[in-house]
């Protein structure tokens, strides 16, 4: 993957220090492997960060992020910032897709929603469509943790891949140079 690209993106550990929401984590948020880029941490760090994306915990996704960035060693401001995937924009129609998904697959009728947080709404129509909206939830975690993984992973070693090939020409064609520069320094 881009490591410059993902590196304007991503926070500073001294932004970080400041964010009072990771102080649960102690010294351990600021380990050095958590914020080293590779291909497993940044793999990993978008797993992390879309699987929880789209479990609907709207105040606990970043915390759960953090803690398994730190368990799994990956990508700690990668993991935490794809969560805001979901976002107060987003999250009505990700969430809606997941029930959708999710009455298609238990074959459940599905019934007009219009999402509200409230507490009213939590307690009647939630309650009516847990089933749907849960597994449709998890399948867009799994499913959209996995892409985000194997598109990292693909794309870094094709980057790879493809700066090893270039260093190989320019050193091939510098090899192919030299010997014509002796030659004529001979004559």
Known sequence: MPKH?????????????????????GEWAYEGNLWHL????????FFVGLFMAFIPLPAGQ??????????????LPIAVSLVWVTNPLTMPAIFFFAYELGALLLD?????????????????????????????????SIGFGALGYFLVDVVWKL??????????AQRTAKNQEQPLKSRDNES
């Open 5 to 25: 690209t993902l590196r304007k993106f991503m926070p500073t550990p001294a932004a970080l220090r400041s964010n009072k929401t990771l102080s649960f984590l």
């Open 62 to 75: 970043m915390i759960i992020a953090a803690a398994m960035a730190v368990w799994l060693r990956c990508n």
């Open 108 to 140: 459940v009728p599905t019934r007009p929603l219009q999402f509200e947080l409230s507490t009213q709404w939590l307690s009647k129509t939630l309650v009516a469509i847990w089933q749907p909206f849960l597994l449709g939830c998890a399948l867009f």
């Open 159 to 168: 980057q790879v891949r493809h700066k090893w090939r270039v260093r190989q």
């Open 38 to 45: 590779n291909r497993y941490s940044a793999s990993m760090g």
